[in-house]
């Protein structure tokens, strides 16, 4: 006769991240900066900026190499290389410059340090999906003008891949996909802090 194990078996309680998270519910302790368009402008801008470098001279540099092999890289292809290279690395510029910001908004009171992570934590995640689409905004630009010089192809891949990630990033934000990420991290940073602290401060 054969044994069926139950499908809830679990022996070591193990709850997978996309469980954790359903499970935290939206924050509601921690208070959240107020909007800021023109703040919010300026930074979208300089991660752009900075991000849409980034795609664009590793686009070229992906496009150089395949030209000298006499295997121009496809669009599809360059896009996917330059992701590989640079999607953490975005992740990072974005969640340096919000560390930044939300580090002033919690000198000034404005945040506690529960929601300060849960921001850095969602720009870090915005940061690298949106350093992604730069890239193949980046690469498409660098595709177009694969007949030119090094110049040429960087400034095509600058101006799409900066132009991408302010689309994305702006996407992000309008959607109140940010807000969720950010309730949800801060949450959890709530629940660790509350378990670190009887007096449940944060």
Known sequence: MPISMPTSFNPYGFTSPGMYLANVPTATQSPQHA???TLDTV??????LLIGRMVAKTATTQMQMSMLKDKPASAL??????????????GLVAGGISLIRNG??????????????????A??????VGTM???GGASLGVKLLAGSNAFGMGTAGLIFGAAAFAL??????????????????????ERWFDGQDPSGGV
């Open 104 to 121: 002033i908004h919690l000198s000034q009171g404005d945040i506690n340090l529960a929601r300060a992570g849960g921001n850095v934590g």
């Open 43 to 48: 930074e979208i801008g300089v991660k752009s």
């Open 168 to 189: 994305a990033d702006t996407a992000y934000r309008a959607t109140g996909a940010r807000d969720f990420v950010s309730d949800k991290l801060t949450g959890i940073a």
């Open 123 to 128: 720009d870090l995640l915005g940061g690298t």
């Open 133 to 135: 689409v730069a890239a």
């Open 35 to 37: 909007k800021d368009i």
């Open 77 to 90: 292809g360059l896009t996917g290389s330059t992701m590989l290279r640079t999607a953490a690395k975005g």
